[in-house]
């Protein structure tokens, strides 16, 4: 687009031939003196168009102008011009805005008098400046400050932090359409900022008409608030960087401005670039464009800042879309007092009157509406809500992970419910993490929020799912437990053709046969066992101790907890535990750096290898997924400088999937080995630690799949993080090695399913076969009881197991209730 300036008329349409007055001829050789009408014996500059598209500019021509022989305006070097008028006073990089008419007088090259034009051009004659505000396009889309957040405190939220050179600042977002106070060491200077509607009697000018202005005050100031700016900023680090060359178009910016207290301040304007986290450079980029004093008598024109230009950025953008370009105000080096409103950016060096008209509908669908974030393409922004932000509109991810009820008969069995919202069951189901549902939303949306934020792991707060795997940090900062989800015939990892190098330990290996319960983690040291459990006991002296902690279910579930706390890894060599479940006997035994024999003490033997340097954590999370799954393998890391580029391990879950995790050193190439079914890449470089490794392939696994909760037949309860109300909190347990103690989305077994009562001295009534108590309660028959007794008229003691908790709880999953406000 072609930067032209509408402040300058040409003086003719394509070309002015002058003649003679006397003989017709050209006017070869005539002069033409241009003054000012209202002074007419003072030169008043016309100017020539030179430049290119994008970079046009107005150079001032010799007055007088000598014609050329043709009778034709020409330049100093003979070349046929146009000249343009400039009708106003002052100058062009400094304009009033006050017109000034031309006095023309034309003689021919005996100074013989040919003609006079006065008032000229008759296009200005109307006393009107030719630019019309109604016809710039403001590029501040909320100038007046209609939509603005009256939370000014700068002890308040909203404060966002964020690094601005060797300084880190705070921003508050103040008003709709990117304006923000920016502002460094609060607690030194006072600023006492605020919105205000003007009155009818306010003291401003008749060209201002805003509905609020900004009260811009620091009333005590301190040397090291280095950084005390009023700023519009714009996302887009190359929003206005255009024109030919780039990035010289130029940009008027006005606005109205007044001191609150009589005094006159001077502010400076900066312009700032920021190419967003991880681009190039890294900090903002800040130029001073000019300073301008505000005093007590407002004026829109007094305060018009030309002439801005937005160069090319040659920088790098970053890749989390928070790049941006913007113009601060900043403060002066003292306390201030002073108002601000009617913001307008125009292209162009455009001269204006007043804020350009807009209606409150244009103002208001540009500063919020117009501000919605750009869809993300990767297509994470589908399906969301549109809310209202201090910014404007944005979208809602904050919905993204919720639990909603639904009052619709909808088959739970039939997926389709994927294809019309933005909604999974809670059915336990896997999803994989790079993967797009139906809607075109990537999965990897939620799994973001399904991941504990404290962990290290990058582990799901529900899991990877049952047909994947699980990748958890040992003791040792180089090792990896990598456990199958699910009890099966999968296979333990082993390294690929491309050998990574790696030490692959087995702890466990499918026994080919169930197992006949399920684990579950509580806390780093303990498990729980669930099942139809009638024995638990540390038959082979582990050290590991057992309680019931509930007992005489009929016809149902038991569990079982067990703890490792007093275990010394390096004796469990031989030793085992047994338990019976389902009526059939089972021991779990271990070797210690591949030292032990099976102690066979009838049963089926569950075996479980352990090596130098794992921890009572670490026996914990063994044991909870030997149960649990079919292969565990530790793996022992290297560091990046002893693995070859693109190499691989794999491994096989109980489904019968194969997977292969490869390394890129950086610019990798995918091994692609036959008859897998998914790669999964490892990002590191030469210098990675041992450590570093570890953590990139621990995250890595874990960031593959991610699971739903399964709340079928559950009951949701309100996380109690303090154990006011959840005072069996302690009795939690988790999903997977990671979700441990009383956090979201940890279980909680039931207390109250079908189960016998203590009972203290028993009498027996021959008439009605029930034992009472002394009090009276019936508390069932003999075979109900389960005492060995005889019913009679005499008085006997005996007891049933007490079972059963503080609570009478149903089995429940702990969620984070929200109210909306």
Same mark, same amino acid.
């Given at each position: ?26 006017? %070869? ?45 020409? #330049? ?19 304009? /009033? &805005? ?12 005996? +100074? ?77 200077? =006072? ?49 206005? %960087? ?8 130029? +940009? ?27 681009? !190039?450079?890294? $900090?903002?980029? =800040? ?24 160069? %090319? ?40 009157? %007043? +804020? ?17 974030? /750009? ?16 910014? &404007? ?7 993204? &992970? ?7 008969l909808i088959d739970f069995n039939n997926t389709s419910i994927s294809t019309i ?13 790079? &993967? ?14 399904? =991941?504990? $934020? ?20 040992n003791n040792d900062a180089d090792h990896i437990l990598l456990m199958n989800n ?93 338990? @019976? ?6 021991? =779990? ?19 479980? #290898? ?27 890391? !290297? $560091?990046?400088?002893?693995? !070859? ?51 990139? /392939? ?25 154990? @006011?109300?959840?005072? #069996? ?41 029930? +034992? ?23 008085a006997v003691s005996g007891s049933t197991a007490l079972t059963g908790g503080y ?15």
């Open positions: 687009m072609a930067n032209l300036d509408s402040r300058f008329i040409c003086t003719s349409d394509l070309d002015s031939l002058y003649r003679d007055n006397a003989s017709g001829l050209p006017l %070869s050789g005539g002069i033409i003196t241009f003054y000012s009408d209202v002074n007419r014996t003072t030169l008043k500059p016309v100017y020539q168009l030179t430049g290119t598209p994008g970079n046009y500019t107005y150079s001032p021509l010799p007055n007088p102008c000598v014609l050329s022989s043709a009778g034709t305006f020409q #330049d100093a070097l003979g070349n046929n011009i146009v000249p343009y008028y400039y009708p106003f006073t002052g100058t062009p990089s400094a304009n /009033t &805005g006050v017109q000034e008419l031309y006095y023309i007088t034309c003689v021919n090259s005996g +100074f013989a008098p040919q003609f006079v034009r006065q008032g000229w051009p008759q296009a200005a004659g109307s006393g009107v400046s030719p630019v019309s505000d109604n016809e710039v396009e403001n590029y501040i889309p909320n100038g007046q400050f209609l939509a603005h957040n009256n939370i000014l405190s700068i002890t308040e939220p909203p404060i966002v932090q964020y690094t601005f050179g060797a300084q880190t600042v705070d921003a508050q977002q103040i008003a709709q359409g990117g304006w923000y106070f920016v502002y460094t060491d609060a607690n030194s200077a =006072v600023f006492n900022n605020s919105f205000q509607q003007i009155p009818s009697s306010g003291g401003w000018g008749m060209n201002s008409f805003p509905r609020y202005i900004f009260n811009f005050v620091c009333s005590s100031f301190n040397a090291s608030a280095l950084t005390r700016d009023l700023r519009i900023q714009w996302p887009d680090v190359n929003k206005f %960087s255009s024109g030919n060359p780039v990035g010289e178009t130029n +940009f008027t910016l006005f606005f109205d401005a007044k001191s609150n207290d009589g005094n006159s301040y001077t502010f400076t304007l900066e312009q700032i670039y920021y190419f967003g986290t991880g681009g !190039t450079p890294s $900090a903002p980029v =800040v130029t001073p464009i000019t300073t301008f004093t505000v005093g007590p008598s407002e004026s829109f024109v007094s305060y018009n800042l030309q002439d801005i230009t937005f160069p %090319s950025n040659a920088g790098t953008i970053g890749t989390n879309g928070d790049d941006y370009v913007a113009l601060s105000i900043r403060g002066p080096a003292s306390a201030w007092n002073a108002a601000f409103s009617d913001f307008a950016l125009v292209q162009g060096n455009e001269t204006l009157s %007043s +804020f350009p008209i807009q209606t409150n509908a244009e103002m208001l669908s540009r500063a919020l509406a117009g501000w919605i974030p /750009t869809p993300n393409p990767n297509g994470s922004s589908l399906y969301l809500t549109l809310k209202l932000g201090l910014e &404007g509109f944005i979208y809602d991810s904050s919905e993204v &992970g919720e639990i909603v009820a639904k009052s619709t919202s933005n909604e999974l069951y809670c059915d336990g189901s896997q999803y994989l993490t790079a &993967g797009y549902s139906p809607l075109g939303i990537p999965y990897s949306r939620l799994q973001a929020k399904l =991941v504990y $934020a404290a962990s290290s792991l990058n582990l799901p707060i529900y899991g990877t799912g049952l047909n994947f795997a699980s990748a958890l940090g699910k009890y099966g015939s999968g296979a333990n990892a082993t390294d690929g053709t491309v050998m990574t190098g790696f030490t692959f330990n087995n702890n466990h290996a499918d026994p080919g046969a169930t197992v006949n319960v399920t684990a579950y983690m509580q806390t780093v040291v303990t498990g729980v066992m669930k099942g139809i459990i009638t024995a638990m006991a540390d038959t082979g002296t582990t050290g590991i101790t057992f309680v019931e902690g509930r007992t005489g279910l009929i016809n149902n579930y038991n569990i079982w907890q067990f703890n490792t706390t007093s275990v010394t890894i390096s004796g469990l060599a031989s030793t085992y535990f047994t338990y @019976t479940a389902n009526a059939t006997n089972y021991y =779990v035994w271990f070797k210690y750096n591949g030292s032990g024999t099976d102690p066979a003490p009838g049963g089926t033997g569950i075996q479980i #290898d352990l090596f130098t340097g794992y921890s009572t954590q670490d026996l914990c999370r063994l044991i909870v997924f030997a149960l649990n799954g079919g292969s565990m393998t530790d793996v022992i890391c !290297t $560091a990046g400088s002893s693995i !070859t580029a693109n190499s691989w391990f794999k491994f096989t879950t109980a489904n019968g999937n194969k997977y292969y995790v490869w390394y890129n050193l950086g610019g990798g190439v995918d091994p692609a080995p036959a008859g897998f079914t998914l790669g999964i890449p490892v990002s590191i470089t030469g210098t990675s630690t041992a450590a570093q490794v570890t953590a990139a /392939t621990i995250s890595a696994i874990n960031g593959t799949y991610f699971a739903v909760p399964d709340l079928r037949g559950l009951y949701l309860r309100g996380y109690d993080p303090n154990s @006011t109300w959840d005072i #069996d909190s302690v009795s939690r347990y988790g999903l997977n090695g990671n979700a441990l103690g009383n956090v979201i989305g940890t279980l909680e077994t039931d207390m109250f399913l079908t189960h016998l009562h203590g009972a203290g001295t028993l009498t027996a009534a021959p008439a009605s076969g029930n +034992f009472v108590t002394t009090s009276g309660s019936s508390i069932g028959t003999t075979s109900g009881v389960g005492l060995n007794t005889t019913l009679g008229t005499a609570e009478t709880t149903p089995v429940n999953m702990a969620i984070g209730y929200a109210i909306k406000y």
